[in-house]
């Protein structure tokens, strides 16, 4: 029987937490940059997610501080993320809006407007598609099936958290899209992709 050496492990548990760790700091610190409010969350092992302090069952999306603390210090945004891999969230109605679609549906807008215009960024998880748009350019619209326009105030998870089931992660990146999208021209188009698969 071959014998797992306690101390590797623990030092190569360690290696993946620290490279975590630097990934989301640094990506909180640049939607900090980008004019993006953020919040830490919780800890998340793709199962079950935590306060890192209290070790409290938490909600995917529940804060570990008060929203009313959404910021863009960079200051504070690193002191956040200066221990625990928490994952990053960040509210709605402010520097952005967000329209959640299916996945299999924000692939098929994504092909129908070539990656292009009127698309900005997009995120991808396990509980589907997160368009980012102009705020209150969604204007209104009629309910498209599984198409949400999350409310204002409401908090998203941002890339690379971890989040139940997987991770989230950028289809389309502010990084290489320095406009949001446009609200109404994708809604309209989600409910004709709709329409068409009946």
Do not use: N
Not at 29 to 41: F, N, Q, S, T
Not at 74 to 89: D, K, M, P
Not at 99 to 106: C, F, I, K
Not at 168 to 190: C, H, M, Q, T, Y
């Amino acid at each position: 029987m071959t014998a797992v050496a306690r101390g590797s492990r623990s030092r190569c548990l360690a290696r993946d937490h620290g490279a975590a760790l630097r990934s989301l700091r640094a990506a909180a610190e640049h939607y900090a940059e980008l004019g993006w409010a953020v919040l830490p969350g919780p800890v998340c092992d793709g199962l079950t997610a935590w306060h890192p302090v209290t070790l409290e069952l938490l909600g995917g999306r529940e804060p570990t501080v008060s929203p009313a603390d959404a910021t863009v210090d960079r200051r504070v945004v690193a002191e956040w993320w200066a221990v625990h891999r928490q994952t990053i969230l960040a509210p709605v109605g402010g520097a952005f809006d967000v329209v959640r679609a299916p996945t299999r549906l924000g692939g098929r807008v994504l092909a129908a407007f070539d990656g292009g215009h009127p698309l900005g960024p997009m995120a991808l998880s396990p509980h589907g598609a997160f368009l980012f748009v102009e705020p209150g350019s969604c204007g209104d619209h009629d309910p498209v099936p599984g198409v949400e326009v999350v409310a204002p105030g409401e908090l998203v998870v941002l890339p690379p958290s971890r989040v139940v089931s997987g991770v989230v992660w950028w289809r389309i990146s502010p990084v290489d899209r320095d406009s949001l999208g446009d609200g109404a021209e994708l809604l309209g188009k989600l409910a004709e992709l709709s329409r068409e698969s009946g």
